[in-house]
Structures are given as structure tokens and as C-alpha cells.
């Protein structure tokens, strides 16, 4: 099985999540990946929040 295909994506983080992240090393970006898919399993964000 194929690994999931990534989208290149510009986000703004701030200071302390992207100095945290960055601090774990190799594979950072990878592990926040993993955090935001984590989120969606527990809430649903829909387009007319305005967000």
C-alpha cells in the first residue's frame, strides 16, 4: 500500500509551536501531520465557523 500522498501547504504557527515541534528533531513536520489528524478524530470543523 501507497503511503498517503502529501499537499505542500504555507501555515503560521506560532513561536511556541513551531519552536516545540522543531525541537523533537527530523520528522517535525511529520509529527504535526499527526496532531492535526489527531484533532480532526475528535472535532469536526465546518467552512461556516469563519475560520
Known amino acids: 500500500m501507497k503511503p498517503d500522498r502529501k499537499v505542500p501547504a504555507t501555515i503560521r504557527l506560532s ?8 525541537a523533537t528533531g527530523h520528522g517535525w513536520q511529520t509529527r504535526i501531520d499527526a496532531a492535526l489528524k489527531d484533532w480532526l478524530r475528535t472535532h469536526f ?5 469563519g475560520h
Do not use: L, T, W, Y
Request: hydrophobic content about 40%; aromatic content about 8%; overall charge negative.
Open 45 to 49: 470543523p465546518s467552512a461556516e465557523a
Open 15 to 22: 513561536p511556541e509551536v513551531s519552536s516545540a515541534f522543531r
